[in-house]
């Protein structure tokens, strides 16, 4: 394979695309074209083609209107939306105040969701329709959050909302948005197709059809740019950024993502975590990942500027807390964590555990970049630290369906803050798990802790930005710094690779829009 894409890469095929056409490879494939079945990256990029939030973000997370014109507060309890006029679904049919209330009702009920989208709509307590275009939404308390909360909720049809199952929108029965793009063809785990709705309320997208292919191997997703098969891709492999940066007929473009990469592990069951074992392999009755300090012993055995420089060769950034720190309500205090193996052996010790233990780490390998290699970065050091640490990879449908259900005790997996700032990964990885509240929806090793949950509800009812910046930060100071609730690891660095004639930015959160690619006049 190697030798494969070294010759693709020295003799390059023409690049053309037909002027009305365009094809992009996708890194990961999609689970559900339903907009609220899966709170995952890959679903929620590509359902924006097809329906609209209330509220968009630019490519650095800055509101902006959608199908909602304007908001504002009323009281402290109340929020306003003035709604788009004139806006149509796919079907001809108008968009009113009633379809959103309509959408919010089914957001949290969606039958077997691995992880629901109910935590942005949770803090609706309710929903009022004063006229057509003007919706007011009430909550218990003051929450500041909610537009950005509600960036991440596709709008659907009242009649869609009410009726439809998970399957109607992988049949295209469903597919009836107000989005730039229609459904045409969904097959899954290899392809969607979509042309444009001439009829869109905003700007136009400059290619009348679009084929996403999902193409997880990062090779051969590079091969069928260089070979022309596909114009654009995301994902661009680390190996390959510089080189494909000095071919002419190639741009490549890069920005700080707000994926963070982490370790999630089993904080919650007292005796028998499923995959932690003594020295000689057999399952050990206590959970040693409930004690903080194994945690933080954990985190100390990694060297993750190791991991950046060579697994991730610079297309990452040491992560220390859950954003970047030009994000929203991040802490000034944290910092990556020192590699220190010999206070982590301090720290097992302490803990009880001076043989260590054994644990098998469980990581998809088409999900993130270099994920299945960054996990087995990880087990190294663990295993140098006194941890012997097994690799298990497996593909991201199986590994989330199974980690979703509580059955690993030490995970690798990313998350992207949707609403891009603190509180999103707060509220999801490290907030108590509480379906009916919507918060801890991916907790998957279900740490717990009252003080963080208190530091958080006060921060997310609080309505000064400055306060509740501060607020966030305290709360990831004590989740992440002090208890070590999650392990981070780095935040990736984004690339797309397209071909000369058409354009791209770079977006933080590292979606891949068709309705946002430009073309050369």
């Known amino acids: 394979m190697k030798k494969a894409l070294l010759a693709a890469l020295t003799v390059l095929l023409p690049l053309s695309v037909a002027a009305q056409e365009l094809s992009i490879a996708l890194s990961t494939p999609i689970t559900s074209l339903d907009p609220h079945f899966h709170n995952l990256s890959p679903n929620n990029g590509m359902s924006k083609h097809f329906f609209d939030p209330l509220v968009k973000q630019d490519e650095q997370q800055r509101m902006k209107p959608g199908l909602a014109e304007s908001w504002k507060t009323i009281d402290d309890t109340t929020w306003e939306f003035k709604l788009r006029k004139g806006v149509k679904f796919h079907d001809g049919s108008d968009f009113t105040a009633e379809d959103v209330i309509a959408t919010f009702k089914r957001v949290p009920n969606v039958p077997n969701s691995p992880s629901s989208l109910g935590i942005y709509t949770k803090p609706i307590k309710e929903a009022i329709a004063v006229d057509k275009y003007t919706l007011r939404l009430k909550t218990d308390k003051p929450y500041p959050l909610l ?12 009649k869609v909302a009410e009726t439809a199952k998970t399957e109607d929108f992988n049949s295209g029965k469903a597919m009836i948005g107000t989005g730039p793009y229609k459904w045409v063809e969904y097959v899954s ?18 290619f009348a059809k679009v084929r996403y292919r999902m193409i997880s191997n990062s090779a051969a997703r590079v091969a069928a740019l260089l070979a022309g098969d596909v114009q654009m891709i995301e994902g661009v492999p680390t190996a390959d950024i510089e080189r494909l940066k000095k071919d002419a007929r190639l741009t490549v473009v890069s920005a700080v993502s707000n994926r963070l990469i982490y370790l999630h592990l089993d904080s919650a069951r007292e005796k028998n975590s499923p995959f932690v074992t003594d020295i000689a392999g057999k399952p050990l009755e206590a959970n040693p990942l409930r004690d903080p300090r194994v945690r933080k012993a954990i985190s100390r055995m990694i060297d993750r500027d190791a991991i950046v420089s060579r697994i991730m060769e610079g297309q990452a950034q040491s992560a220390g807390q859950l954003l970047p720190d030009f994000f929203f309500g991040t802490s000034k205090r944290l910092k990556p964590e020192k590699y220190d193996p010999e206070g982590a052996k301090k720290l097992l010790a302490e803990a009880g555990y001076p043989n260590g233990f054994g644990i098998t780490l469980q990581t998809p390998n088409n999900r993130y970049i270099n994920d299945e290699r960054v996990a087995q970065a990880v087990a190294q050091f663990l295993t140098r630290g006194g941890i012997p640490t097994k690799v298990d990879a497996m593909p991201s449908a199986v590994f989330f369906s199974r980690a979703t259900k509580l059955e690993f005790s030490l995970i690798l997996a990313g998350w992207g803050a949707e609403t891009g700032e603190t509180s999103s990964p707060l509220r999801s990885l490290l907030a108590t798990f509480d379906a009916a509240a919507g918060m801890g929806t991916a907790n998957r090793g279900r740490f717990s802790d009252a003080g963080v ?3 958080l509800g006060t921060a997310i009812a609080t309505i000064d930005d400055t306060k509740r910046g501060f607020m966030l930060a305290a709360a990831a100071e004590k989740a992440v710094g002090e208890l070590t609730g999650l392990v981070p690891l780095h935040y990736e660095v984004s690339s797309w690779a397209m071909r000369k004639g058409i354009g791209y930015k770079a977006r933080a959160d590292q979606y891949t829009f068709a309705f946002e690619v430009t073309q050369a006049k």
């Open 147 to 158: 537009p950005n909360d509600l960036s991440g909720v596709q709008i659907l049809s009242k």
């Open 189 to 206: 785990g290899d392809r969607v197709v979509m042309a444009a709705n001439d009829k869109y309320w905003g700007t136009k997208p400059a």
């Open 453 to 455: 949950d208190a530091l």
